[in-house]
């Protein structure tokens, strides 16, 4: 009889619902400014995007203006311009691109105040392609494997882009009805959120599709913060949620994000029958 409530409590929790609910932040916005900075080895001008705190979920974002943002190594600096005009995006020359065994700084100089961050970057490595497979409900196909969520070796992030602008019968499609960008982690902690997290949007494209896939490598403080991330979002919510809490960051007090270094691979695949 004790194993039959044990079974019952189980399934109890494995079948428990996630209910919706309205959310109202007490108070104004915080005096912080949010750093989305991720520069890489591939050359080519790269982008530090500077916004301010939102109050409400999924509400977007207003561009921090006007700051002073400087890039740095041991041997160089880059002073960021902020193209276009007013639009929170700090550009890097077009010839730059990190390098490996290099330390960098950021430093941001927005209304009297300076914040900072320093990274490095550790080597890419090569990858085997993703895998899909093909919908029970119809012709199109979806994706089935990246990577493996947990490793004990190096943490990675990996960004598909997926193209179906091309095959016929879409060519006159809005662009964002024929593309898609998804993101997966590989970190080296495996979480009971994680495990149990609520289902996720699958994505469908047709055969012909063209999937760019790029892997950046993180280092373990980046893998930590994303970790932090994902337990705020695409983990919450599930039957083991977490506290809520601020995330880690690498920046100077009263900024909040992260600065990262990655090296990239990449290669491309097309789906196929």
Excluded at 19 to 43: M, N, R, W, Y
Excluded at 148 to 160: P, Y
Excluded at 170 to 190: E, G, K, P, V
């Amino acid at each position: 009889m004790r194993k039959i409530f044990w079974v019952i409590g189980i399934l109890l929790i494995l079948f428990s619902c996630v209910k919706e609910t309205s959310f109202t932040a007490q108070g104004p916005a915080p005096l912080k400014v949010c750093v989305d900075a991720i520069i890489t080895d591939e050359p080519g001008s790269q982008t530090v995007i500077l916004t301010s705190p939102v109050t409400q979920p999924d509400q977007p974002p207003s561009p921090v203006t006007g700051a002073s943002v400087l890039l740095s190594n041991e041997d160089s600096t880059w002073n960021l311009l902020e193209q276009p005009l007013y639009s929170g995006k700090y550009k890097t020359p077009a010839s730059f691109y990190a390098r490996l065994q290099k330390h960098y700084t950021l430093l941001i100089g927005l209304n009297d105040r300076v914040y900072t961050a320093k990274a490095t970057m550790i080597p890419g490595t090569t990858f085997p392609e993703l895998k899909y497979v093909r919908n029970n409900d119809n012709n199109s196909y979806h994706i089935d494997w990246v990577a493996n969520a947990f490793s004990t070796e190096s943490a990675a992030m990996w960004e598909l882009f997926i193209d179906w602008s091309k095959i016929p019968g879409y060519t006159q499609l809005d662009s964002a009805a024929t593309h898609a960008r998804m993101l997966f982690y590989t970190l080296s902690t495996l979480d009971v959120s994680e495990v149990f997290a609520p289902q996720m949007e699958k994505i469908s494209f047709p055969s012909g599709t063209l999937i760019t896939e790029r892997r950046y490598s993180i280092t373990p403080e980046h893998a930590a913060f994303i970790r932090e991330i994902l337990l705020e979002t695409n983990w919450a919510g599930g039957v083991f949620n977490e506290a809520a809490a601020n995330v880690t960051t690498n920046l100077s007090d009263g900024a909040c994000g992260f600065f990262g270094v990655c090296a990239v691979t990449s290669l491309s695949v097309t789906v196929t029958p």
